[in-house]
Nanobody, 121 residues
Framework: QVQLVESGGGLVQAGGSLRLSCAAS????????MGWFRQYPGKEREFVAA???????TYLETVKGRFTISRDDAKNAMYLQIDTLITDDTAVYYC???????????????WGQGTEVTVSS
């Protein structure tokens, strides 16, 4: 049974930093591309960042320079470092796993339950 479990969300002030983590189990982690998505209330889930099996990365244009995605295959974990938080970063963040490197939600096979990030001004 595949499980993806996010952690690290919380309430932070604008300008601060957060590191989100995604712990994976039940799948050959190193063979999967991984992604982060976020969802605002009442909105569709949107792509934020992805990292391939080989370490290649891609980001939503508006988060480049503030978000950094990484993975540790030895720990079956993926991370999202968010720096210089802004109120628009307030959302539920989801990690996901895909057999192929993709920015598209439909290509992801497994999803976590999400972790909430709230940024106060």
């Amino acid at each position: 049974q595949v499980q993806l479990v996010e952690s690290g969300g919380g309430l932070v002030q604008a300008g601060g930093s957060l590191r989100l983590s995604c712990a994976a189990s039940g799948l050959p982690f190193s063979s999967y591309s991984m992604g982060w998505f976020r969802q605002y209330p009442g909105k569709e889930r949107e792509f934020v960042a992805a990292i391939s099996q080989y370490g290649g990365t891609t980001y939503l244009e508006t988060v480049k320079g503030r978000f950094t995605i990484s993975r540790d295959d030895a720990k079956n974990a993926m991370y999202l470092q968010i720096d210089t938080l802004i109120t628009d970063d307030t959302a539920v963040y989801y990690c996901a796993a895909a057999r192929r490197y993709s920015r598209y939600l439909r290509n992801y096979d497994y999803w976590g339950q999400g972790t909430e990030v709230t940024v106060s001004s």
